[in-house]
């Protein structure tokens, strides 16, 4: 699978390990930064993954911020984005297979680096459902349109 991956500052040493361990999974990530641990603002982060996934660059997204939610926030901003903000990997499984999360966060002050490559691991392996979660998926999709529509 293709998967980009961002973070921020807080984030900076999980996502290397992440990334590591996806890469020995046999998944190609895309690595769209931060690159350094120097102070940064999360937000852009959040975006460059959303855009990613929703141009098709990438199949799923990851972040990486303090709690997950900051840049789960930003990434929820783009429409057709479905990010889930995860501390256990039961939320992250079933959030494939009901709401068909396309971007999972976490925190790394929350969960350490092994319970996030299982968080991480669950939810590659959730398959989306369909049928009644589908519905409900439209429905969440019908908001945006209003909102962007009028
Ligand atoms: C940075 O201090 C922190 O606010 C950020 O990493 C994240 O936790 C925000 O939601």
């Not at 990010?83 to 297979?97: F, G, H, K, N, W």
């Not at 519905?135 to 908001?143: E, G, K, T």
Request: hydrophobic share 35%; with cysteine; proline share 2%.
């Amino acid at each position: 699978m293709i998967i980009s991956i961002g973070c921020d500052h807080v984030g900076f040493e999980h996502k290397a390990l992440v990334i590591s361990h996806l890469e020995q999974k046999g998944h190609q990530v895309i690595d769209l930064g931060a690159q350094s641990a120097e102070r940064t603002d999360y937000p852009q982060y959040g975006k460059a993954v959303a855009h990613s996934v929703i141009s098709g660059q990438a199949e799923r997204g990851i972040l990486i911020c303090g709690t997950g939610v900051g840049i789960s926030l930003a990434a929820n901003k783009v429409p057709g984005i479905r990010a889930v903000v995860c501390s256990d990997p039961y939320t992250a499984q079933l959030s494939r297979e009901h709401n068909n999360t396309n971007i999972l966060s976490f925190g790394s002050r929350v969960v350490g680096i092994e319970l996030a490559k299982m968080i991480v691991d669950r939810w590659l392996e959730g398959e989306f459902e369909g049928g009644r979660h589908q519905n409900r998926i439209d429905q969440i999709a019908d908001i945006e349109k209003e909102l962007t529509h009028g």
